[in-house]
């Protein structure tokens, strides 16, 4: 069974930084693609980054330019920093790991960014 550990989250004052890390059970170079979700109050679970096996990387729009997606393979962790954090990015955010037929999350971590 991979585990996905999330840690990195926190109270933050907006203009902030805070990093994320997901450290995985097993080797990520067996998934497809792994990335951050998060989940707002009353809002659905939407995309924040990801990072492919081959290291390219993809952000939803009202991230890009402050997030940075990156991989560690020897720690078998992915690491989400976040800059200039904003009280809308306030949500649980979730690890995830993708192979071909079946995604993986971890438990998730608060990130409360205040004004």
């Known amino acids: 069974q991979v585990q996905l550990a999330e840690s990195g989250g926190g109270l933050v004052q907006a203009g902030g930084s805070l990093r994320l890390s997901c450290a995985a059970s097993?080797?990520?170079?067996?998934?497809?693609?792994m990335g951050w979700y998060r989940q707002a109050p009353g809002k659905q679970r939407e995309l924040v980054a990801n990072?492919?096996?081959?290291?390219?990387?993809n952000y939803a729009d009202s991230v890009q330019g402050r997030f940075t997606i990156s991989r560690d393979n020897a720690k078998n962790t992915v690491y989400l920093q976040m800059d200039s954090l904003k009280p809308e990015d306030t949500a649980v955010y979730y690890c995830?790991?993708?192979?071909?037929?079946?995604?993986?999350w971890g438990q998730g971590t608060q990130v409360t960014v205040s004004t």
């Open positions: 995830n790991a993708q192979r071909v037929n079946y995604h993986y």
């Open positions: 097993e080797s990520i170079f067996s998934f497809v693609i």
């Open positions: 990072i492919r096996s081959t290291g390219s990387t």
